[in-house]
């Protein structure tokens, strides 16, 4: 019985990092072209710049939704481990 309700909240928290992840992943993959133009303004950086700093942003964005699986999956199998034990 309270490996169930254990299982319901370790579900509910993966969730819930979602729910948290995938939006903030989209917000900054949106503001990329705005904040990379807007701070890369000077005379030493050009657009090629800008541009390489935004596809840089867009692959970061892939890599924290990628991170936020994998660690959430490594704690929802140490705490079954855990359980078993």
Do not use: H, W
Request: proline share 2%; aromatic share 8%; net charge positive.
């Amino acid at each position: 019985m309270i490996l169930k309700a254990f299982g319901k909240t370790v579900e509910d928290a993966l969730r819930f990092g979602f729910y948290l992840d995938a939006p903030a992943s989209v917000g900054l993959a949106v503001i990329a072209q705005p904040s990379s133009s807007s701070s890369m303004s000077t005379a030493t950086f050009n657009a090629a710049s800008t541009s390489q700093n935004r596809a840089g942003i867009a692959g970061y964005t892939i890599g924290l939704a990628g991170y936020s699986a994998i660690k959430d999956s490594r704690a929802l199998l140490l705490c079954d481990a855990a359980a078993a034990i």
